[in-house]
């Protein structure tokens, strides 16, 4: 199983970044994929995440009216659109794929269900 993450950068704050989340080597109606984020000093934190057997997803409340995961299931590929970026985004972000089907998983805590990471991209807002 692989997730290739991409897509992080330096933006503005009220900027806007897109990551990416190329999937492959799993059967995909069997797990969430999911973004978590972890700043300095911080605990990991489950961000959003999309399940593709039932559609459902998940936003933490941090993030919940900013953010947006997504699909392109021909591609295996999940996005995150994230709007309105706060210097409190700033965080490596990482994509998941944890085993389950409602979108909720990603919020357990200790990131238990996750059997898979991507590697982290970096992402920092400037005030």
């Known amino acids: 199983v ?20 190329a999937a492959s080597g799993l059967i995909f109606d069997d797990y969430v ?9 911080k605990e990991r934190e489950g961000v959003s995440g999309f399940s593709r057997e039932n559609g459902n997803t998940y936003y933490a ?26 210097p409190e ?13 409602s979108a909720r998983i990603i919020s357990a805590p200790g990131a238990s269900p996750v059997e898979t990471w991507g590697h982290g991209t970096l992402v920092t807002v400037s005030s």
Not at 33 to 41: F, H, L, V
């Open 33 to 41: 994929i999911g973004w978590y984020r972890q700043a300095p000093g």
């Open 2 to 21: 692989q997730l290739q993450a991409s897509g992080g950068g330096l933006v503005q704050a009220g900027g806007s970044l897109r990551l990416s989340c």
């Open 61 to 86: 409340a941090s993030v919940k009216g900013r953010f947006t995961i997504s699909s392109d299931n021909a591609k295996n590929t999940v996005y995150l659109q994230m709007n309105n970026l706060k």
């Open 89 to 101: 985004d700033t965080a490596v972000y990482y994509c998941a794929a944890a085993r389950g089907r």
